[in-house]
């Protein structure tokens, strides 16, 4: 069974910085994609960043580019996605997905790209 396991979310004053790994288990992941969607209230779950196996170049919605880096350790099959000067509109719960097999070779950008979904971390950002 694969779990997906998210960790580092917590509360942060406007412009500070905050870390958010995410560890998928529970089968052999070999060309997999990871990817970070965020989701407040009331609203769509929307896309943040996103990796291949590979470690290619990843892909960030507008509005984290830029203050956002999204890094992968495939030995532990674990994404970190550092994110700096962080603002109010930050604040949401903050979702890990994977998909074991990613055809396409580029990040993945939707949410019914992936498969297998964590169950959240919250983060919070005050001004």
């Known amino acids: 069974q694969v779990q997906v396991l998210e960790s580092g979310g917590g509360w942060v004053q406007a412009g500070g910085s905050l870390r958010l790994s995410c560890a998928a288990s529970g089968r052999t992941f070999s060309k997999y994609a990871m990817g970070w969607f965020r989701q407040v209230p009331g609203k769509e779950r929307d896309f943040v960043a996103a990796i291949n196996w590979s470690g290619g170049s990843p892909a960030y919605a507008d509005s984290v580019k830029g203050r956002s880096t999204l890094s992968i350790n495939n030995a532990k099959n674990t994404v970190y996605l550092q994110m700096n000067s962080l603002k109010p509109e930050d604040t949401a719960v903050y979702y890990c997905?994977?998909?074991?097999?990613?055809?396409?070779?580029?990040?993945?950008?939707?949410?019914?790209?992936?498969?297998?979904w964590g169950q959240g971390t919250q983060v919070t950002v005050s001004s």
């Open positions: 997905a994977v998909v074991p097999w990613n055809a396409r070779g580029t990040p993945l950008t939707h949410v019914s790209d992936y498969e297998y």
